[in-house]
Nanobody, 117 residues
Framework: QVQLVESGGNLVQPGGSLRLSCAAS????????MGWYRQAPSGKQRELVA????????NYADSVKGRFTISRDNTKNTVYLQMNNLKPEDTAVYYC??????????WGQGTQVTVSS
């Protein structure tokens, strides 16, 4: 059974850093475009944070450009999100997603990131 398991969420002060990880099992990882999405409290819609193709091409939401970096290690079936200079508005549940052939294939269960002093 395919699983995406996120880790690394935590409480951090504004200006701090976190690194999220998402480990994938039972898939041919390198063919999937992997992405990080987030859903803030108060019923906001889930939004794209960053994606990275199997070949390493990345894409970012404007709100995180210059602060967040997505990367992947195809030998470990893992995608990462390095988050620097975190702001309170980055507070959300962060989800990992795997896409193939232009379609959504799998979601992870999410990891909570809280930015607060």
């Amino acid at each position: 059974q395919v699983q995406l398991v996120e880790s690394g969420g935590n409480l951090v002060q504004p200006g701090g850093s976190l690194r999220l990880s998402c480990a994938a099992s039972e898939i041919i990882f390198r063919i999937y475009t992997m992405g990080w999405y987030r859903q803030a409290p108060s019923g906001k819609q889930r939004e794209l944070v960053a994606t990275i193709s199997g070949g390493g091409n990345s894409n970012y939401a404007d709100s995180v450009k210059g602060r967040f970096t997505i990367s992947r290690d195809n030998t470990k079936n893992t995608v990462y999100l390095q988050m620097n200079n975190l702001k309170p508005e980055d507070t959300a549940v962060y989800y990992c997603r795997a896409d193939v052939g232009g379609r959504v294939a799998y979601w992870g269960q999410g990891t909570q990131v809280t930015v607060s002093s």
